[in-house]
T-cell receptor, first 112, second 112 residues
Framework: GNSVTQMEGPVTLSEEAFLTINCTYTATGYPSLFWYVQYPGEGLQLLLKATKADDKGSNKGFEATYRKETTSFHLEKGSVQVSDSAVYFCALRGNAGNMLTFGGGTRLMVKP | NAGVTQTPKFQVLKTGQSMTLQCAQDMNHEYMSWYRQDPGMGLRLIHYSVGAGITDQGEVPNGYNVSRSTTEDFPLRLLSAAPSQTSVYFC???????????FGPGTRLTVT
């Protein structure tokens, strides 16, 4: 079946540092890939997505590139802010429908 | 436009009690789903519905029932609560299977 593995947290960075959160996946066919963000006390929000190989999703300064050769979808941001502190989830949707498979989540803490 | 709403926000149950978690959306979305979120495990799909009158099981359906009598509402029923059902529950909706899912704020359930 489908699975998503992402680096365990917490990840603690200083403001303006570079962020990478690793995500790899296992799936048959050509899944769509997503990053969701969960701010404290809230539900998940879609951050970015990519639907085919070599696509780059981007939003709010975050980027992730769909790498089929390495089955990866790493999240990056060049300069994090305190307001980026949240839990980040990598997810995939297989070809069969809208069932999302999530990774375990990575908590990011950004210190001023 | 309230989006996806969930009630209650917090609930404590004793083992064996029953309760219903409410979920409603006002976006006329056909697809609705319930997830549970446990530490380190991401979100796992419990049940989903592709439209009024149609429901199906997800990855972890045991101990939960759902029904979909209207497009707007998708309640989740715990028939006999167990400590293993202590979790945060999220409801989500989307226009159909392939569109972005919108998540509610969650219900934190503790079973003692």
């Amino acid at each position: 079946g489908n699975s998503v593995t992402q680096m365990e947290g917490p990840v603690t960075l200083s403001e303006e540092a570079f962020l990478t959160i690793n995500c790899t996946y296992t799936a048959t066919g050509y899944p769509s890939l997503f990053w969701y963000v969960q701010y404290p006390g809230e539900g998940l929000q879609l951050l970015l997505k990519a639907t085919k190989a070599d696509d780059k999703g981007s939003n709010k300064g975050f980027e992730a590139t769909y790498r089929k050769e390495t089955t990866s979808f790493h999240l990056e941001k060049g300069s994090v802010q305190v307001s980026d502190s949240a839990v980040y989830f990598c997810a995939l949707r297989g070809n069969a429908g809208n069932m999302l498979t999530f990774g375990g989540g990575t908590r990011l803490m950004v210190k001023p | 436009n309230a989006g996806v709403t969930q009630t209650p926000k917090f609930q404590v149950l004793k083992t064996g009690q029953s309760m219903t978690l409410q979920c409603a959306q006002d976006m006329n979305h056909e697809y609705m789903s319930w997830y549970r979120q446990d530490p380190g495990m991401g979100l796992r799909l419990i049940h989903y519905s592709v439209g009024a009158g149609i429901t199906d099981q997800g990855e972890v359906p045991n101990g939960y029932n759902v029904s979909r009598s209207t497009t707007e509402d998708f309640p989740l029923r715990l028939l006999s609560a167990a400590p293993s059902q202590t979790s945060v529950y999220f409801c989500a909706s989307s226009l159909d299977r392939s569109y972005e899912q919108y998540f509610g704020p969650g219900t934190r359930l503790t079973v003692t």
